[in-house]
């Protein structure tokens, strides 16, 4: 399974040097994880911390901080040859979460599909070329779970529909 995020967080990734580390979203995040047997543990505070993931990696469509929390869409192309070799790397059968539609879109453009063929919704379920299937998600920041627009349920049955389907 490959997760894909917006970019690093402030106050996250770009200070521990391990996605959704440190910042809000990786508390739900990291909780669903675990779990659904895809981390070692719960939470996750530092890049050394012991947390492993299991059949899993977390990846972002952006790969520096961008200014104001909100990449660019120059930033988004620049940084999609990096999310291009993820993709290829996977092997057939594998699932990709988006977190956002900022995400969907990357991944789209990194599998060489037009993003506006495949409308973003939470839970929208995706067949890519070579096997790969994507799974679509709100994004788990403060601002969607604040709000209600994410609960835990609905993370959950993202994730658990997602080792559904690894598991096939």
Do not use: W
């Not at 530092?46 to 972002?60: F, Y």
């Amino acid at each position: 399974m490959l997760v894909v995020g917006l970019a690093p967080g402030m106050h996250g990734a770009n200070r521990t040097g391990r996605p959704f580390t440190g910042d809000h979203a990786g508390i739900l995040l990291y909780r669903t994880l675990h779990a659904q047997g895809l981390a070692s543990r719960a939470e996750s505070i530092a890049a050394d911390d012991g947390l492993r993931l299991k059949n899993c990696r977390i990846t972002n469509a952006v790969k520096c901080l961008p200014p104001g929390n909100k990449p660019l869409p120059a930033e988004v192309r620049t940084c999609n040859r990096y999310l291009k070799r993820e993709l290829e790397a996977l092997r057939a059968g594998a699932v990709i979460v988006a977190l956002g539609s900022i995400a969907h879109a990357a991944v789209l453009r990194a599998a060489g599909q037009r993003p506006a063929s495949f409308r973003f919704a939470h839970a929208a379920e995706h067949a890519l070329p070579g096997g790969l299937r994507l799974l679509d998600s709100y994004h788990c920041s403060r601002l969607n779970t604040n709000t209600g627009r994410l609960t835990p349920a609905m993370f959950d049955r993202i994730f658990a529909r997602a080792r559904h389907l690894l598991d096939r």
